[in-house]
T-cell receptor, first 115, second 112 residues
């Protein structure tokens, strides 16, 4: 069974640009969550999608947005990139649709560097 | 909202020793407490979890304890091995359908 797939794995952007990251969950999983990981800040919750609807949102500015498609694949977008957006962006899927009702399966992440 | 504090940020032990990582949470309504292990270059992976109706759970060399009154929970690893070296994250969530909030992580180094 294929795991969570994130693309691209690495990317470099400059300030002011925008970026789109993609996540394909494990087949059958309907919930997709996104986290930002930076040194010293750990894993910070961005948002969670379930059945194409954003169900939960963390404390990030509106420049961070996401969506989920009917096949459960998800994308997140960051507009007007800032240096502080440099991070590893992790996507996680779960089977039951509630982030505390079962295991989160994480992808290997997309490492974004903003110059 | 929920806030999770994790200590220590780094922990170095000798192979065979025990390691303990502690977390506190702020929202007394939290009822689910998983622990994730992240190896270099990989995403976090669940190693053990506990719910608020249980005080302790054990899986081979790993155990988690929960003190609801004090709002803290701990991860215990016995007989540590070099392959236990990784970053460990605790997390908490209030209810089904809410976000899982993570601590900032503990980097565990096991030297042989």
């Amino acid at each position: 069974k294929a795991g969570v797939t994130q693309t691209p794995r690495y990317l470099i952007k400059t300030r002011g640009q925008q970026v789109t990251l993609s996540c394909s969950p494990i087949s059958g999983h309907r919930s997709v969550s996104w986290y930002q990981q930076t040194p010293g800040q750990g894993l910070q919750f961005l948002f969670e999608y379930f059945s194409e609807t954003q169900r939960n949102k963390g404390n990030f500015p509106g420049r961070f947005s996401g969506r989920q498609f009917s096949n459960s694949r998800s994308e997140m977008n960051v507009s007007t990139l800032e240096l502080g957006d440099s991070a590893l962006y992790l996507c996680a899927s779960s089977l039951l649709g509630g982030v505390n009702t079962g295991e989160l399966f994480f992808g290997e992440g997309s490492r974004l560097t903003v110059l | 909202g929920e806030n999770v504090e994790q200590h220590p940020s780094t922990l170095s032990v000798q192979e065979g020793d025990s390691a303990v990582i502690k977390c506190t949470y702020s929202d007394s309504a939290s009822n689910y407490f998983p622990w994730y292990k992240q190896e270099l270059g990989k995403g976090p992976q669940l190693i053990i979890d506990i719910r608020s109706n249980v005080g302790e759970k054990k899986d081979q060399r790993i155990a988690v304890t929960l003190n609801k009154t004090a709002k803290h929970f701990s991860l215990h690893i016995t007989e540590t091995q070099p392959e236990d070296s990784a970053v460990y994250f605790c997390a908490a969530s209030i209810a089904a359908g809410t976000a899982l909030i993570f601590g900032k992580g503990t980097t565990l180094s096991v030297s042989s």
